[in-house]
């Protein structure tokens, strides 16, 4: 969060597993690129952000503000999503149990997940 405040909108190979609770947090417009990010983003504000090929397995983004915001070449397995805000959301070339999972797949990840 310092980073994040001191003006940084790029992470990479960052690694924060699940002890790490960013319920609620505000990350505008911030990349995140090869992390490996199984961690609570319950009801975080994400808009604009962009996950390029990371570990998501597990993290949790229901009733978080994706708007606009970009997960792809991700693992996500075990991700859950429901309620989250998804407006202009783009999921493409993900993997989950070793297939690859588009925008078309994101519906089921939703009702499921």
């Known amino acids: ?37 199984n961690v609570n983003f319950i009801r975080a504000n994400l808009a604009g952000c962009r996950f390029i090929e990371c570990c998501l397995k597990t993290a949790d983004f229901r009733y978080a503000n994706l708007t606009h915001a970009i997960i792809q070449g991700c693992t996500v397995e075990s991700t859950r999503f429901s309620d989250a805000i998804v407006d202009g959301f783009v999921f493409s070339e993900n993997s989950a149990y070793s297939q690859e999972s588009g925008q078309e797949d994101f519906d089921s990840f939703v009702r499921f997940f």
């Open 1 to 37: 969060m310092e980073a994040y405040r001191n003006g940084v909108r790029s992470f990479e190979d960052v690694e924060l597993d699940t002890s790490e609770d960013l319920s609620d947090i505000v990350l505008i417009d911030v990349t995140f690129k090869h992390c490996w990010l």
